[in-house]
Each structure stands twice: as C-alpha cells, then as structure tokens.
C-alpha cells in the first residue's frame, strides 16, 4: 500500500491506475477504522472499484467549539495495518495544513436538507463535511465514493451536492455494520466505559420499536416517536437528543409512508452521543 500526504503525490499515485483505465473507488474517514469502515472497501470492490483509495482525515471544520475535535480517537499505525490487511492501493493522509492551506475561505454549505435535526443541532457541521467531501473528490476525482449509511443525513448531503453541483463521481452507501447486540459501530463507540456500553442497545431497540409500529400499519409520526420515546426512557443513563421519522430526501416528516421512509434517533449516555437509523423500504 503507498501512503501520500500531499495533494500532488496522491494526484500522482491515481494517474497510472487512471491512465490504465482502471475504476478508482474511494472511501474517505476520520480513522479510527472498525469492521463497518473495512466492509466499505468490500462494498467498493463489490461494484467494480479495481484501485481503491482512503483517505483518514479529522476534519476540524465538521467540530463545534464545544465538540470532541481534541478527544476524538486516533490510531495511525492500527489504521495502517488494518489497510494493508485490506489490500488497499493508496492510503491518502493529509494534515490540516495541507487541506485548509492558509488563506483558505471557500465553504460548501448545502440547504435544506442540511438544516433539521443533526444540521439543527450542530450547526455548521455539514457545511464543514461538504466543503472537506467535495475537496477530497477534487484531489482523488474517483469514479465511486462509498459512504456508510449509519450517517444518513451526511449521505443526504453529500448526494444533494454532488446533484447540484453536478461532481463526476457514482455514490454507493454501505448499510450500517453492527454489534451482535445491534449497536451500530462507530469511533465514538470507544468512549463508552464499560458500563455505558451496556446502555447503548437502547437506541437501536427504539429505532426496531419505530420500524415494527410502520410494519404493521401506524401511520402517524406522533405516534410512533412516542414508542420509541417510551423505548429510550426505559433504559435509565441515556438521554435523549432526538427521535423522529423522517423523509430520506429531506429528513423532514413524511408527507406519507408509500415511500421508504427512516427512523433516526441521537441518544447521549455520559459524555458521548450516538446516532442510529433504519430506512423502511416500502413495496414498489
């Protein structure tokens, strides 16, 4: 596996397999990287990727001022090797100065579905994802990105900017890797005591309270925010940040459920937040 840290090595790095009219995959991170990352470059292989590239890149303009930019787990040399076992093709692993050079001042920032809840609640967090995204398109210009679709609203967003801004890449979204308990992976899972881990099941059994209620019929958003409200509260430590049944488009509330439609939800157990969705696919 080579590993550029520059925008001209890695441009470099991708012209050969380009020249040889190779499909260049794509996977950016903030490392960290767990199963649900690794199963991406699968995922990439899967739709006809033969050069894959990924990035790792903490991005600082994707953190708030009271967010966890400084704490947010990091392990070089884990990643590395967990790549190379991978078989990855590139590793492209730049430093904050090389993407946000001084002087910068460009910012993408996406509407509309951008704006609710985690665009709500962390502003100027998908601003910072779409500006750091497109830049890492215009560096690697792939043929296919894939996303993993534990973030939702993020692939949301990013399919928005890429069809309006009309960027040349195929965007493929992995489903969400989870723990046997159901839990989806993360990087902030780590921040869990052992304890804390415990709890953190309640969030997907909400989501599974909200996806059975759509199954067998309810049809009222009030109704089934409710269940899976009561769902959360019954674990004792997690607080709640939000729980909602949104339009996968808009992540505003359905304006009916004949088309697939998701449960989200946000939950805080002591210092760290989790965020979960199931999409309700809908019979065509």
């Not at 190779?22 to 050069?51: Q, Y």
């Not at 993407?99 to 502003?123: I, N």
């Amino acid at each position: 596996m080579q590993t550029t840290t520059t925008i001209e090595q890695t441009r470099e790095a991708i012209d050969t397999p380009r020249a040889s009219r190779l499909t260049i995959g794509f996977i950016p991170t903030m490392g960290f990287l767990h199963e649900g990352h690794l199963s991406l470059i699968d995922v990439a292989r899967a739709h006809g990727a033969e050069f894959i590239v990924v990035s790792i890149f903490v991005n600082p303009t994707q953190f708030g001022p009271n967010e966890d930019f400084a704490r947010y787990p990091r392990d070089e040399q884990r990643d590395v090797a967990l790549l190379e076992a991978k078989d990855v093709d590139l590793l492209f692993l730049p430093s904050v100065d090389v993407m946000y050079p001084a002087g910068s001042q460009t910012v993408v920032s996406v509407g509309g579905v951008a704006a609710p809840l985690e665009g709500q609640r962390r502003p100027g967090h998908f601003d910072g994802v779409a500006t750091v995204v497109l830049k890492l398109f215009n560096i690697v210009r792939p043929d296919l990105a894939v996303f993993g679709r534990k973030d939702a609203q993020q692939c949301a967003v990013i399919e928005r900017m890429v069809q309006d801004l009309d960027v040349p890449v195929t965007l493929v979204f992995g489903e969400t890797d989870r723990e046997p308990d159901g839990l989806a992976r993360s990087s902030r899972n780590s921040y869990l005591s052992g304890e804390e881990r415990m709890l953190a099941p309640a969030l997907y059994r909400a989501l599974r309270v909200g996806q059975d209620a759509i199954a067998g019929g309810v049809t009222d958003p009030g109704v089934i925010e409710s269940l899976m409200r009561k769902t959360v509260e019954a674990t004792a430590g997690v607080e709640i940040d939000y729980l909602a049944v949104v339009d996968p488009a808009t992540f505003l509330p359905p304006a009916g459920f004949q088309r697939d439609v998701l449960v989200v939800g946000a939950v805080r157990i002591g210092r760290t937040r989790l965020i979960d969705n199931i999409r309700i696919a809908r019979a065509s």
